[in-house]
């Protein structure tokens, strides 16, 4: 990733994030979190990965309104960033989270199983290895 790739990146993730929470109003929209972006090399196609709050419908709905957002989310990052040519913006589902607490929830029920090992080895009971 070039220098400037990765200054837009961060703005796009700080802007985007702030617009949604601001600027889109839109009452079936759920708790929505910008965890990423990726920006394609001549900076005119994006990813923007969200996390939603709430069940499949939730963040169905919260998709479909954010790529529904995306050409006035678009524009004013343009606006915002000084930019003359706005990358194309298409908002995805970042499962990363959910991974991460289904594995955070795998070892908590390891470390449950796990029951401590006794051993009952007697004071005069040693053995050189």
Do not use: C
Not at 60 to 81: D, K
């Amino acid at each position: 990733m070039t220098l400037r790739q990765d200054r837009v990146k961060s703005q796009m993730i700080h802007e985007i994030s702030e617009m949604i929470h601001r600027e889109v109003r839109d009452p079936r929209l759920g708790f929505v979190t910008v965890t990423d972006a990726e920006i394609g090399r001549d900076l005119r196609n994006a990813r923007v990965y969200v996390s939603v709050l709430g069940d499949e419908t939730v963040r169905a709905n919260s998709l479909r309104i954010l790529n529904g957002a995306a050409g006035m989310l678009r524009g004013e990052f343009a606006r915002r960033a000084h930019l003359r040519v706005a990358p194309e913006l298409t908002f995805l589902y970042d499962e990363g989270i959910e991974r991460g607490q289904h594995i955070f929830e795998l070892l908590k029920s390891v470390e449950a199983d796990l029951v401590p090992v006794e051993t009952t080895e007697e004071p005069g009971d040693k053995t050189l290895p």
